[in-house]
Structures are given as C-alpha cells and as structure tokens.
C-alpha cells in the first residue's frame, strides 16, 4: 500500500517536471524569439505604446504676380474643438454639480455664433477626444475663447488649434488664373496646375510618454522638419489685370452682354500672359459665393432651394463663375481671323497688298451665297484697302488662290489644330474639319473666321505669331519657382514652336492694319493718340444656340504696330444692344485698355500735330492771380480765354480749377471786378449727332466741350455722339465743360451664310 502511494507520487512528480519542462521550454522559446528572432518587431510596438506622433504642416508657397506683388498668400486661423470625453468626466468629478457641457455649448455658441444644440450633442458623445466646433476662426475671436478657457478652468476641455488658410489680398483679381484650394489642395487656375510644389512636405515631431502620458527624455525622440512649398512667380502683372477687368466690367455693362466678357493681355514675343480675365467673376476668398447676376437668376428660378433642381442651377452658375472662358471656351473667332488667311496668302505669294479685287456685296461658292456686312458692295480696289474695310468676298477671293491644301497647312502651322500648352487646366481642344473633308464652302467660309471654333488663347496666341515677327510661341502664365529664401528653383523661358510665316510679311500686315485705324479706313474705334495701333475687329455667329440672331463681337489690337509689345483682345459674348458688332462693343474698350498699358509700360507716345492740339489741358486755379499772370498761365496751356470786367484781379473762373480742355476748342472766362458768370444756358441735345456737328452747337451755345471716346472723330463720315454728361434741357453757366463720348458706328464686319 505504501510502495504504491510513493510510485503514485512519483509519477504525478515526473508529470509536473515534465509540464514544467515544456512550459520553461516554451518560455524561453518565447523569449528568444521576442527577443533574438523578432526584436526588431516587438521593439517597434513597444515604441509605437510610448511614442506619439504630431504632424508638422508645410507652409503653401505664395503666388506673385511678375513684380513680386502677392496674389495668393497664408494667413493663420484656429480650429476650435472639444474633447467630450473630458467634459464628462469633469462633469462626474465635480463635487457641486456643474454642467459643463452647458456652459461650453452656451459660451461657444455666443462667441462663434454656432448652434447651442449642435455643441451639445457633441459633448454627450461617448469617448470621444476630438470633436470640431468651427473652422478659420480669426485671431480676435481665439483671443475670446482662450479667455474663456481660463476664466472657466477647462484647459483640458476646449482647445484651440492653429491652422493655415490660404487668402487673396485682391479678393476677385485674376481669379480665373490663380485658382482657389479646397481641403485636398488646388482645386482651380494655378493652385491645381502647380499644386505639387505649391505644397510642400509635412514635418514630423515625434516624443515618449511614459505611464501618466508626460514626457520623458528617450533616444526615439524625433524632430523632421517640413519642408515648405515653392512660391509660383506669375508672368500676371497686377496692375494690368486691373485695367483689363475694368474694361471688361465696362463693356459687359454697356453691351448688356448675355453671356460674358472675355479678354487677354499678352507679350507677342516672350508669350508671357500680362492679363487674363473674365466678367462677371468670383470672389477668391468666398469661392462658393455667386455674383449679383447670378444670384438673381438662381432667385428668379422659382425652385424650392432644398429641392434637388435648385442645387443643380446653383452649381451650374457657380461652375460658370469658376470656368476661365479665356482657356476652355471655344467661339467662331470671325473676321479677326482674316489676319491669318493674309499671311498664309503673302507668304505664299498667292496675292499682293497692290492686287486689285472687285466685291459686289456677296459671293457664290459651289451653290452657296455668302453675303458680305457692306450689301452694296465695296467695289473694286486693291487688296490692302478691302482688307482694313473687312471686305469678305476678298478674302475668301485670297484664300481661293491660296487653295485648300495650303490653307489648312497654315491652319495647322498657326496651332488651331492643336492646344497652346498652356501651364493652367482645363485648356480646350478647337471643333474644325478634318482636311478629308475640306471643301471650297469650307475653306471660304473658314478664310473669315466661321464654321469652326477655337479658344480666346488660340486666337491671340495666332495674332501674336503675326505680331512677333512669324513665330509661334508658347503662352504661360509662370515666369518661375522660388524657395522660401527667395532663391530660383525652376524658369519658365520663352519656346518658339516654329516660324509660320516670314518677318517681312508679317511686318507688312502690321503696316497695313495700323493705317486702317489711323486713317480711317479700318477700325477706327481702336485709335489711340500717340501711339500706332493695328487692329482687327471681328463679329461671327452664333449658330448652335436658339438665338439665330446671337453674336459674338471681338476685338484684337497690337501696339506699338511698327515695335509689336502687346497684344490685347476682348469678346463680348451676345450683347444684347442694336449694334452688335466688335468695332463698338468691343473696339473702343481695347482702345482705352491700350491707353493705360501702353504708357504704364513706359512706352512713349509721339503725337502728331493734329493730336498735339487735341491733347486735354487741365485748368488751373486763377482765382486772386493779376489778370496778366492769369492771362498769361491760360495761354501758356494753349487755351483761349475771355476777360469780363474791368478789374485787374480774376475774382472768379469758369470752367473751375481742375476742369480739362483741348486746345481746339478750349476757353477759359475770367472774371474781375465784381464780374460774375451768372448767365446760364440750356443744354441742347446732342446724342445721335456727328460729333463735329456737335461741337459748333455746344460752342454756339457757349459751352466748351470735352470729348471722350473716338479721339480721330472726323475720319470717314465722322463719329457719332453716344452720350452728354449733361442732359438736355439742363441749365448750367456759361463755358462750363460738357463732356461728350463718340463712337463710330459705321464700322461693321459681320457675315452672313445663306
């Protein structure tokens, strides 16, 4: 019985040798691969339970525009969050039982204006340590919330957090260009194109806590500095880009254009873009907001705004907004491309500025009529008249010569077949026939710039090939990128694709189109005195909308003609005024854009005689001058003058001090004695009336004028008045200044196909 208690005993010792044997060989197989086999492994989980890892955002590199001005820069902001978890613990500890999830929603909802209830849900969620109350909250408001931590001891309850956003010191200005981001990056213009450099390289900052999460020193720590994004340098110049968008902004207004209005600034050699822009535009800083038109029609709809169609419109108009119409929006470019066609024409020795055509007012081409804008018919003269006279049937004449074959060739050469390249999204591609399919109505009617589409950037892109001397170069909006400290990273340089046509020809085309404006024979609504200007209005049709009667006016100038510089146009997309055409809804605003460029350029004007004596003179304040000294300063402006009363100091003066006149019919009455101008006249109406008809009424009512407007007004039959600043009927004294805006309204260049 005892020998087999002690055997029974030495076998449950063996078992548990046995058990403890295998249970110390599988620990220290454990333990050796835990700590020889896979180290490396258990080493970076142990790490990873007392590390933590806070990102370090990268600063986005500015946008300048070329002189360094900065259109798009980074301003800080601060996300103001809560920790619901907290708050409830806070609020389980509290020995008097204060809500504290009360008195954040309630504090935070007044200082941020956000819904009480919506804080307060976010406070009763279970383990939660993050929650966001609001986003880009400015530094005035943060300065309120931080007192309201400390005030109310919740510095482990509500936090603030530092963020970058990016801002527009120039609010709408070029924003089709510079683009907006969204929270993945550039979303629109430059900010998309350039986005990977824009961006940068987050850092990282890595520290050990140990058990009560408080830091503790550890050879893990890590610090990765962010590495901030390029800065882009824009060809853009501020400057100009303001005056393009407010002659744009005009134009729209004044054309009541349907559907936009579009225009480019550019450098015909480098290819640099100066301007670029479209009206109506955004707000770069609220990109989601819709401008006043917009607006209005989203109202006028009459949609339910929680309804499904409604916000279908509202993003179609805000699409429209944000749509650079200068890149992605293709229209029949009309008769400024007839620029082209004589090119190709010349160059090919296919005509000569001297050949002799005869136009009857239309021309049949295999069955189909083509009417020309002048119905009558312009008659038989040489080919350098009927082209600044926006001859059709000459041109299509030209390109006949020139044959299909050819024709298209230069089509192709001048980049219509193909994008710009340019550096900003969304480029089109152009709408044409193939060349298979290339016939003789084809050719004819493409010779005046209908039947197929392009883009406003091909378009000028194509004129500044002409304008440059016959190469065809690459349009960018980025002159470079710069580091942080300033220093060039990359250059974008200027890149010719190819000589199209030669110098001489193009020399002579520029030739011929500036005489056309200075003499009245072409487009003289894009005279500017003192400077040489070619220019080449178009009007074209649009035919793929219901409106059969929908135009699309444009006008392309290039300056200085005989030393090309810039090339400016502008389309107005459907004007919705009687006269529809580009030499008045878009011709004179190019003339005027010109008249600030060119001089802001550095470009010196050199007058003429005629034009020196048109030039405005502002009147000075004579008031207490000896009638010899005032007498004197009036002729010294090349003024005339009149002196009533017999004392021998001017009391009084009219037009008053600041007041422009033109030596040609400018007068300045000066008053002495006790004299005064007390006599009035009653404005006569001059609108609708040729403008020197105009100028001897308002003389021989004596009244002085001033004119804006078409300068070169008594070339041809003369231009029109278009408006009076002061209305008829209205008294005003004698020899005050009445401003009158002319234009010529006889310039025309539509065409019809029947």
Not at 147 to 168: H, P
Not at 482 to 487: E, L, M, P, R, Y
Not at 504 to 524: A, F, H, Q, Y
């Amino acid at each position: 019985m005892a020998h087999n208690k002690l055997q029974s005993t030495n076998v449950r010792a063996l078992i548990w040798f046995a058990v403890m044997g295998v249970v110390s060989i599988c620990l220290v197989t454990t333990l050796f691969a835990m700590q020889i086999i896979d180290y490396e492994k258990y080493q970076s989980r142990v790490i990873d339970n007392i590390q933590q890892e806070s990102e370090i955002p990268a600063e986005r590199g500015m946008i300048y525009d070329r002189n360094m001005i900065p259109l798009a820069t980074n301003t800080t902001t601060y996300r103001v969050f809560i920790s619901p978890s907290d708050i409830q613990n806070a609020e389980r500890n509290d020995k008097d039982g204060i809500k504290y999830s009360q008195i954040v929603s309630k504090n935070l909802s007044e200082i941020l204006e956000v819904d009480y209830n919506e804080i307060y849900a976010k406070t009763q969620k279970i383990n939660r340590k993050d929650e966001t109350i609001k986003r880009n909250v400015d530094a005035d408001t943060a300065d309120l919330i931080r007192q309201f931590i400390a005030d109310n001891k919740l510095t482990s309850c509500v936090y603030l957090e530092a963020t970058t956003m990016r801002y527009y010191p120039y609010s709408s200005l070029a924003a089709s260009i510079i683009g907006v981001t969204g929270t993945d990056g550039g979303l629109l213009g430059i900010e998309l194109q350039y986005n990977e450099y824009l961006t940068g390289t987050p850092g990282r900052y890595i520290t050990t806590k140990n058990a009560q999460s408080e830091s503790m020193p550890s050879e893990y720590d890590l610090y990765i500095e962010a590495k901030d994004g390029l800065s882009v340098v824009t060809t853009i110049d501020a400057t100009i880009q303001t005056m393009l968008e407010e002659q744009l902004e005009k134009t729209y207004y004044d054309s009541k254009a349907a559907n936009k209005t579009t225009g480019i600034v550019m450098n015909p050699t480098t290819g640099e873009i100066y301007a670029m822009g479209t009206y109506p535009s955004f707000d770069l800083n609220n990109p989601y907001d819709l401008d006043e038109d917009s607006l209005a029609v989203l109202q006028a709809s009459g949609l339910d705004e929680n309804s499904d169609e409604y916000n279908e419109l509202y993003w179609e108009l805000l699409y429209g907004l944000w749509n650079n119409k200068a890149v992605s929006y293709l229209y029949e470019p009309g008769s400024t491309f007839k620029i082209m066609t004589t090119a190709a024409a010349l160059e090919e020795n296919a005509v000569e500025f001297s050949t002799v055509f005869t136009c009857t007012g239309r021309l049949k081409v295999s069955g189909t009529t083509i009417k020309c804008h002048l119905t009558s018919g312009h008659g038989t003269a040489t080919f350098d008249k009927l082209l600044q006279k926006s001859c059709n049937p000459t041109i299509m004449n030209v390109a006949a010569r020139l044959g299909a074959s050819k024709f298209y060739s230069y089509f192709e050469s001048f980049g219509y077949t193909s994008k710009t390249g340019i550096d900003l999204p969304g480029e089109a591609s152009g709408l044409y026939v193939a060349l298979s399919g290339f016939n003789s109505v084809e050719l004819a009617c493409y010779s005046f710039g209908q039947t197929f589409k392009t883009t406003l950037l091909q378009q000028v892109t194509a004129i500044s090939t002409v304008a440059n001397g016959g190469r065809l170069v690459k349009p960018r909006v980025v002159n470079s990128l710069i580091d942080s400290d300033g220093n060039t990273v990359v250059s974008y340089n200027t890149e010719y694709k190819k000589q199209v046509v030669s110098a001489d020809v193009c020399k002579s085309i520029m030739s011929v189109l500036e005489k056309g404006v200075s003499n009245g024979n072409g487009v003289k609504n894009a005279y500017v005195a003192g400077y040489k200007v070619a220019a080449k209005t178009g009007t074209s049709e649009k035919r793929d909308v219901p409106d059969k009667k929908a135009r699309i006016g444009s006008c392309v100038a290039v300056a200085p003609a005989d030393d090309p510089q810039v090339v400016a146009i502008i389309i107005v997309d459907e004007p919705q005024t009687s006269n529809r055409y580009g030499s008045t809804v878009a011709a004179p605003y190019v003339a005027a854009l010109l008249e600030q460029v060119l001089p802001y350029l550095g470009i010196e004007r050199q007058y003429t005689e005629e034009e020196m004596s048109r030039i405005a003179k502002k009147v000075g304040n004579y008031r207490g001058y000896s009638v010899e000294k005032a007498v004197s300063a009036v002729e010294k402006l090349g003024l005339g003058y009149e002196i009533v009363g017999d004392g021998k100091t001017v009391t009084s003066q009219v037009p008053a001090a600041g007041e422009t006149l033109t030596n040609i019919n400018g007068k300045v009455i000066l008053y002495t004695g006790g004299a005064t101008g007390d006599k009035m006249v009653k404005v006569p109406d001059i609108t609708g009336m040729n403008v020197t008809t105009a100028i001897r009424l308002l003389q021989s009512k004596n009244l002085n004028v001033l004119i804006e407007g078409a300068q070169n007004y008594n070339q041809g039959s003369g231009a029109t008045v278009i408006s009076q600043s002061v209305e008829k009927d209205i008294q005003v004294h004698e020899w005050e200044v009445i401003t009158i805006v002319c234009r010529y309204l006889d310039d025309s260049d539509e065409t019809v196909v029947e």
